[in-house]
């Protein structure tokens, strides 16, 4: 089916091209259109959020046209003066070129016109750039990446002041600065345009977009498919250790819609790069809907690109801020203008979803085009709804078969558990198979570390990616998961990691007092099968809902296993004996242990290891079934580290040593600490005991009883999960009876 709407797609590209010529030379056309441009201008003034943008827009362009052009000569890595130069030229340039076709004032055409012919003058001779890092160097900036942002964008500006300008200066521009630019970032670097990729995304669209406003065929086919017979080499791979070439051989924007998105709209890299990657998506669909709505862009791969806007969204926590799932700088959030541009279109030409209104009210601008308007004025019209985030469960790969990433969500506590059970996620994906983090209320308490990068910050690394990410962000024991004999998972090898995904065991997400998702690890070591349950629980006889946690590891021989937390806050309380060490060492050599400094070292006490610490004003307690031969660490982050890459955060870690072995744990929040009245309340425990009283390979169970006495008995089904199955298990004398893959009894 898939294929055949490809084959679809590209028969009526051809089809169409032969129209396409007459049809390109309304202008402008891509996002802001020739009507678009009429209704904006019988609308101004009587639109607050399209107005105030409008205003503060004009403000900013204004300021910077006073400081007049500059197109330095590039030479400076990411943040630095001439990188970030260009970067605020392609960013004000569609600016200014909208605010010429909505004010009709010629000084913004004569400044987008006079910054283009620099480029022109420049561009002809400008070699390559010098810094060498990328394995596909720019000219304008230091890879061909950010060339292709500045393509986007600079196409936009030029559709808006192509009536604007002359024949002659058109073909100047089209014939020394356009087309070979389009054939630089293409045909000059296949190793970064032909492959599937957020780096070919941006390139397809800006060969696609430069190619709708000149309308030129040969252009826009190379962006929809590729390049022919591009000569990669098979087993070639990109800075970050990924390989270029897909592994179906598919390359161009309609491959970058079709693999990387799930039928639900999840992108495998992530949150962080799926929120890069939208604006190339949502502006070049925009265009080609727009320049060739025969192509009915926006329903290709049953409406995926409109689905990955909800997605994304879902994909955030209370504050709006991304979840950092593989490389994801923390603080990303949906105020960001590619966000901003996704809510818009996506409003526009989807099925004007009105919970869509409430998160463009929440970032408080809109584009200043036809969507933007429409968005505006629904807006004014009070049609906005609240978007709610609800408990949802994202499949992964382009068939839905690969893992996925599950939230579970409390109204009630303001708890958000994020359960990553992906495939590897491309170059930017994490060795941190059936991780997890949790948040309250948009705060972090247990964390993903993130990226080891300072993004445009020249003076760490250029602005890129740090050795540390490597070394430590995408090895294992920098995520809250089990690593086996301090070794992670794939042995941190892309090749093997590339091959495999978790497998959904089941989920349901039905009944919001009692949230579940269950998935399962068979390839991340060998002989070695992790199996990992967690829960959501509102729990009424404590006024408060709580974590539950069942990693399940089974193996053939007796292997270390450690199970980490990162928590934030501080520690108040433990009921286990422990030691400060004096003197730091490193709790390894590699795969990321050689980054944790051992600050304390315990053991268990009891049945149960219990560790509390205080955050943001909030208790938290992690109770967890112990073995009496654990060992117990307090790490932290940042040995090895001489240049201060990485954040001084701290870590729990329970060291076990068995062949099979069951970490049963609770997670829960209770009562507080107020700073001004330097009052505590409510700052111990509401979990007693937590027990497994069986395991084997068809169930494991175990029991939970707080302080009030009220006790519960979970019983997981390891292989039969169908919720139609029936299911009889005796304990401790105790029949129990119940259908489907869980009884919370």
Same mark, same amino acid.
């Given at each position: 089916m898939k294929l055949n709407f490809y084959c679809i797609i590209k028969a009526t590209f051809l089809i169409l091209s032969v129209s396409f010529q007459v049809n390109a030379q309304e202008h402008p056309s891509l996002v802001l259109t020739r009507s678009g441009v009429e209704n904006i201008r019988k609308e101004l003034g009587r639109v607050p959020l399209f107005d105030? =943008?409008? &205003?503060?827009? &004009? #403000?900013?362009?204004?300021?910077?046209? /006073?400081?007049?052009?500059?197109?330095?000569i590039p030479k400076d890595y990411s943040g630095g003066y001439t990188h970030a130069r260009h970067k605020k030229n392609f960013l004000i340039l569609p600016k200014a070129a909208v605010l010429y076709q909505i004010l009709q004032d010629e000084k913004y055409a004569d400044y987008v016109k006079d910054m283009l012919m620099q480029y022109e003058a420049m561009y002809k001779t400008l070699p390559v750039h010098p810094k060498t890092r990328s394995y596909a160097r720019g000219k304008l900036f230091w890879q061909c990446?950010?060339? @292709?942002?500045? +393509?986007?964008? !600079?196409?936009?500006?030029y559709d808006c002041i192509y009536d604007y300008l002359s024949e002659k200066e058109r073909n100047r521009l089209e014939? %020394? +600065?356009f087309r070979p630019f389009a054939d630089f970032i293409s045909i000059g670097n296949p190793q970064f345009y032909n492959r599937v990729h957020n780096h070919s995304t941006w390139g397809n669209a800006a060969v696609g977009m430069i190619a709708l406003v000149m309308g030129d065929d040969v252009l826009l086919e190379r962006a929809l498919y590729g390049i022919k017979d591009d000569g990669l080499d098979a087993n070639a791979k990109d800075d970050d250790g990924g390989f270029i070439k897909n592994k179906d051989g598919k390359a161009g924007f309609l491959a970058n819609l079709e693999e990387p998105f799930s039928p639900d709209g999840y992108y495998t890299e992530g949150p962080y790069y799926q929120r890069y990657a939208m604006y190339p998506f949502l502006i070049f669909a925009e265009a080609l809907e727009n320049v060739k709505p025969d192509l009915k862009i926006f329903n290709y791969k049953n409406g995926v690109l409109l689905k990955s806007v909800n997605a994304l969204l879902n994909l955030t926590d209370a504050d709006g801020e991304f979840f950092a799932l593989n490389d994801g700088q923390k603080g990303m959030s949906y105020y960001t203008e590619a966000v901003v541009s996704a809510v818009d279109i996506a409003f526009c030409f989807g099925n004007q979803d009105k919970s869509l209104l409430s998160i463009a009210e929440r970032q408080n601008k809109v584009l +200043?085009?036809?969507s933007g308007l429409m968005v505006a004025l629904a807006i004014r019209e009070g049609e906005a709804l609240p978007f709610h985030k609800k408990s949802v469960n994202l499949s992964d790969g382009s068939e839905g078969?690969?893992?996925?990433?599950?939230? $579970?969500r409390t109204d009630q506590a303001g708890l958000e558990l994020v359960f990553k059970y992906t495939a590897q996620g491309s170059s930017h994906g994490h060795y941190d198979k059936l991780s997890y983090s949790l948040f309250d209320n948009g705060e972090e308490v247990i964390q993903d570390y993130g990226l080891a990068r300072f993004v445009n910050i020249e003076q760490k690394g250029g602005g890129n990616y740090l050795k540390e990410n490597k070394t430590w962000a995408k090895q294992t024991i920098a995520h809250n998961t089990i690593v086996r004999d301090e070794i992670s998972h794939f042995k941190g090898k892309y090749e093997e990691g590339s091959k495999h995904h978790s497998e959904l065991s089941f989920y349901d997400l039905s009944n919001q007092k009692i949230q579940i998702i269950s998935a399962k690890e068979n390839h991340a070591y060998p002989d070695t099968n992790l199996h990992r349950t967690m829960m959501m629980i509102e729990e009424s006889s404590l006024g408060s809902s709580y974590v539950v946690d069942l990693m399940r590891v089974v193996s053939k021989d007796i292997h270390q296993y450690d199970f980490p937390f990162y928590f934030k806050g501080q520690v108040i309380q433990t009921n286990f004996e422990y030691t400060? %060490?004096?003197? *730091? /060492?490193? *709790?390894?050599?590699?795969?990321?242990?050689?980054? $944790?400094?051992?600050?304390?070292?315990? &053991?268990? +006490?009891a049945d149960n290891t219990k560790f509390s610490f205080l955050n943001k004003g909030v208790y938290y307690t992690i109770t967890t079934t112990a073995d009496m031969n654990d060992k117990l660490f307090f790490t932290r982050i940042g040995a090895n580290d001489p240049k201060f890459n990485l954040r001084r955060d701290a870590?729990? !870690?329970?060291?076990? %040593? &068995?062949? %099979?072995?069951?970490f049963a744990s609770v997670l829960e929040s209770h009562g507080g600490y107020d700073y001004v009245? #330097? @009052?505590? #309340?409510? /700052?111990? @425990?509401?979990?007693? =005991?937590?027990k497994v009283v069986y395991d084997d390979q068809d169930y494991t169970a175990f029991t939970i009883k707080t302080t009030n006495n009220v006790s519960k008995v979970i019983i997981i089904a390891n292989k039969q999960v169908d919720t139609s199955r029936k299911h009889k298990l005796r304990i401790d004398g105790r029949q129990y009876e119940w259908n489907g893959p869980y009884l919370v009894h």
């Amino acid at each position: 089916m898939k294929l055949n709407f490809y084959c679809i797609i590209k028969a009526t590209f051809l089809i169409l091209s032969v129209s396409f010529q007459v049809n390109a030379q309304e202008h402008p056309s891509l996002v802001l259109t020739r009507s678009g441009v009429e209704n904006i201008r019988k609308e101004l003034g009587r639109v607050p959020l399209f107005d105030e =943008t409008l &205003k503060r827009v &004009k #403000e900013e362009v204004d300021l910077e046209m /006073a400081s007049g052009i500059d197109t330095p000569i590039p030479k400076d890595y990411s943040g630095g003066y001439t990188h970030a130069r260009h970067k605020k030229n392609f960013l004000i340039l569609p600016k200014a070129a909208v605010l010429y076709q909505i004010l009709q004032d010629e000084k913004y055409a004569d400044y987008v016109k006079d910054m283009l012919m620099q480029y022109e003058a420049m561009y002809k001779t400008l070699p390559v750039h010098p810094k060498t890092r990328s394995y596909a160097r720019g000219k304008l900036f230091w890879q061909c990446l950010n060339d @292709s942002n500045w +393509l986007v964008y !600079m196409s936009q500006a030029y559709d808006c002041i192509y009536d604007y300008l002359s024949e002659k200066e058109r073909n100047r521009l089209e014939n %020394n +600065l356009f087309r070979p630019f389009a054939d630089f970032i293409s045909i000059g670097n296949p190793q970064f345009y032909n492959r599937v990729h957020n780096h070919s995304t941006w390139g397809n669209a800006a060969v696609g977009m430069i190619a709708l406003v000149m309308g030129d065929d040969v252009l826009l086919e190379r962006a929809l498919y590729g390049i022919k017979d591009d000569g990669l080499d098979a087993n070639a791979k990109d800075d970050d250790g990924g390989f270029i070439k897909n592994k179906d051989g598919k390359a161009g924007f309609l491959a970058n819609l079709e693999e990387p998105f799930s039928p639900d709209g999840y992108y495998t890299e992530g949150p962080y790069y799926q929120r890069y990657a939208m604006y190339p998506f949502l502006i070049f669909a925009e265009a080609l809907e727009n320049v060739k709505p025969d192509l009915k862009i926006f329903n290709y791969k049953n409406g995926v690109l409109l689905k990955s806007v909800n997605a994304l969204l879902n994909l955030t926590d209370a504050d709006g801020e991304f979840f950092a799932l593989n490389d994801g700088q923390k603080g990303m959030s949906y105020y960001t203008e590619a966000v901003v541009s996704a809510v818009d279109i996506a409003f526009c030409f989807g099925n004007q979803d009105k919970s869509l209104l409430s998160i463009a009210e929440r970032q408080n601008k809109v584009l +200043l085009d036809d969507s933007g308007l429409m968005v505006a004025l629904a807006i004014r019209e009070g049609e906005a709804l609240p978007f709610h985030k609800k408990s949802v469960n994202l499949s992964d790969g382009s068939e839905g078969d690969e893992g996925g990433v599950c939230v $579970l969500r409390t109204d009630q506590a303001g708890l958000e558990l994020v359960f990553k059970y992906t495939a590897q996620g491309s170059s930017h994906g994490h060795y941190d198979k059936l991780s997890y983090s949790l948040f309250d209320n948009g705060e972090e308490v247990i964390q993903d570390y993130g990226l080891a990068r300072f993004v445009n910050i020249e003076q760490k690394g250029g602005g890129n990616y740090l050795k540390e990410n490597k070394t430590w962000a995408k090895q294992t024991i920098a995520h809250n998961t089990i690593v086996r004999d301090e070794i992670s998972h794939f042995k941190g090898k892309y090749e093997e990691g590339s091959k495999h995904h978790s497998e959904l065991s089941f989920y349901d997400l039905s009944n919001q007092k009692i949230q579940i998702i269950s998935a399962k690890e068979n390839h991340a070591y060998p002989d070695t099968n992790l199996h990992r349950t967690m829960m959501m629980i509102e729990e009424s006889s404590l006024g408060s809902s709580y974590v539950v946690d069942l990693m399940r590891v089974v193996s053939k021989d007796i292997h270390q296993y450690d199970f980490p937390f990162y928590f934030k806050g501080q520690v108040i309380q433990t009921n286990f004996e422990y030691t400060s %060490n004096q003197t *730091l /060492a490193p *709790l390894g050599s590699k795969h990321g242990y050689q980054h $944790l400094w051992v600050e304390g070292i315990g &053991k268990p +006490l009891a049945d149960n290891t219990k560790f509390s610490f205080l955050n943001k004003g909030v208790y938290y307690t992690i109770t967890t079934t112990a073995d009496m031969n654990d060992k117990l660490f307090f790490t932290r982050i940042g040995a090895n580290d001489p240049k201060f890459n990485l954040r001084r955060d701290a870590g729990f !870690m329970i060291r076990r %040593n &068995k062949s %099979n072995t069951v970490f049963a744990s609770v997670l829960e929040s209770h009562g507080g600490y107020d700073y001004v009245s #330097e @009052s505590s #309340e409510d /700052a111990r @425990s509401h979990i007693e =005991t937590i027990k497994v009283v069986y395991d084997d390979q068809d169930y494991t169970a175990f029991t939970i009883k707080t302080t009030n006495n009220v006790s519960k008995v979970i019983i997981i089904a390891n292989k039969q999960v169908d919720t139609s199955r029936k299911h009889k298990l005796r304990i401790d004398g105790r029949q129990y009876e119940w259908n489907g893959p869980y009884l919370v009894h």
